[in-house]
């Protein structure tokens, strides 16, 4: 992801969230998403949406180690851990509550902690995507980015976090993966 189109992304989520335009676009995506639920969507969902947690960074970090790429797994490490920090630093300037709290959808997972803006499973699926993809052709970004995408979704799923905190956690994620990618090289 270009640093401009990151940049964008969590700006415009921030101000639409800030001044109360972000509702319309909330709603619509929760209504679709929602519209899919099935007890047996549900049950793999709840799992899949942890591979944007520090969980799955360490999960996917580990297994790139075992396979021999020690280097890609300290990178993607380091972008996994980056997105979780700035996004849990930013949570603070933009207070939101959580689906869940504001608009009593259904949580199909433990209770987390913080402001609902941005989303940090987000932000980390983001980092760790787009670290992933560096220097792969487009198909495999195209993937790893739809990827990163549903986990994404599956936190709005989930009851979690509302469309425009997923929007500006994919915007940290790929600040995260580039500014990572940049000291690597140094």
Do not use: C, N
């Amino acid at each position: 992801m270009r640093p401009s189109v990151a940049t964008v992304l969590v700006l415009v989520s921030g101000l639409a969230v800030r001044d109360g335009r972000a509702g319309a676009f909330d709603a619509r995506v929760r209504e679709h998403v929602s519209g899919l639920r099935t007890p047996e969507r549900d049950a793999v969902v709840r799992v899949a949406t942890d591979l944007g947690s520090m969980y799955g960074v360490g999960i996917v970090a580990g297994g790139l180690a075992l396979s021999g790429r020690p280097d890609l797994a300290v990178r993607v490490g380091l972008s996994g851990a980056t997105a979780w920090t700035l996004a849990q630093g930013a949570k603070p300037l933009l207070p939101r509550e959580r689906p869940y709290q504001a608009d009593g959808a259904e949580r199909l997972v433990v209770e987390p902690v913080g402001s609902s803006w941005p989303s940090g499973h987000s932000a980390v699926a983001m980092a760790m995507a787009s670290t992933l993809g560096d220097g792969r052709g487009s198909i495999t970004r195209a993937v790893l980015g739809s990827m990163a995408v549903a986990v994404g979704l599956s936190r709005v799923y989930v009851g979690v976090h509302h469309a425009s905190d997923v929007v500006a956690g994919a915007g940290i994620g790929g600040l995260s993966a580039r500014l990572v990618r940049r000291l690597s090289r140094r």
